[in-house]
């Protein structure tokens, strides 16, 4: 029977990474090509990380202060609030960011703020996919987080800076940096949340749709690469960084 469950184990897995073998046969070094297109790579790995480090500054303090709630009904109904996002596909998410910052608001008309097409605009889409994550990720390090140490801290007479400062932060480093290696991976792929809100700047998402719609396939996978090489890369440092904690 575990010869049998091996066989299909093995043989979803390769039909899994059947489409990233196949594509392999388009890759190639063209160096017009990667000049052409590396402005959006760019743009796409700029926005990305400037997005997940905001994401990361915010919910660190979001997670330890639900962590902190007593009861745990009211944990859990903070912790659904700030992560139903997760539940909403990309694409409906922009259309309702597109009503929301798009359509004529008088607050954003006074400060003369602009969220269409605009990097204002790609950071606060990419913000709304990513921060679901990161307060997940964040909030299971303060979880996980010796309940004998904390109660020792406070016995010890420590203030809640020196809790965090001693106590949180050596152990929840792996989370903040899996977090944001995690926040980059869904930023840098985002797409539907981009292109209604966002269009411009241009990023590498973007520019794939745009040689897609021109059915320019081979090309659209060629610069594709930049992404797969990327999230892979991610990938295997989250991965890394999961078993390094795990067999800590």
């Known amino acids: 029977m575990k010869k049998v469950f091996l066989i299909i ?33 760019i743009n796409s790995l700029m926005f990305s990380f400037i997005s997940s480090l905001i994401a990361i500054i915010v919910s660190i303090p979001i ?16 912790k659904f609030l700030f992560t139903i996002n997760i539940s909403i596909p990309d694409l409906i998410m922009g259309l ?3 009503y929301v910052y798009g359509r004529n608001n008088l607050l954003l008309d006074i400060f003369h703020i602009k969220f269409i097409d605009t990097s204002l605009g790609i950071i606060t889409a ?19 987080t010796s309940k004998i140490l904390i109660d020792e801290a406070y016995a010890l ?13 050596p152990h929840i480093w ?3 940096l899996r977090a944001f290696i995690i926040s980059m991976m869904y930023c840098i792929s985002a797409f539907g949340v ?11 998402t973007t520019k ?38 795990i067999t800590k």
């Not at 997670?63 to 109904?77: H, P, Q, S, V, W």
């Open 174 to 176: 792996k989370y903040i």
């Open 63 to 78: 997670a330890y202060t639900i962590n902190g709630f007593k009861f745990r009904f009211l944990k859990e109904i903070f």
């Open 126 to 144: 990419m913000l709304y996919i990513s921060i679901p994550y990161t307060i997940n990720l964040i909030l299971l390090g303060f979880e996980s």
């Open 157 to 169: 007479g420590s203030t809640e800076f020196q809790l965090i400062k001693y106590v949180y932060l």
């Open 9 to 41: 184990c093995i043989f979803l897995c390769l039909l899994l990474l059947f489409p990233l073998l196949v594509s392999f046969k388009w890759f190639n070094i063209n160096i017009h090509v990667f000049i052409e297109n590396f402005k959006y790579y």
């Open 208 to 245: 794939i749709f745009q040689l897609f719609q021109q059915s320019d396939i081979v090309q659209a996978i060629q610069i594709s690469y930049y992404l797969i090489i990327t999230s892979i890369f991610l990938y295997v440092l989250n991965f890394i960084l999961e078993w390094f904690s």
């Open 96 to 98: 309702l960011l597109l």
């Open 194 to 204: 981009i292109i209604v809100l966002a269009y411009y700047p241009v990023l590498l």
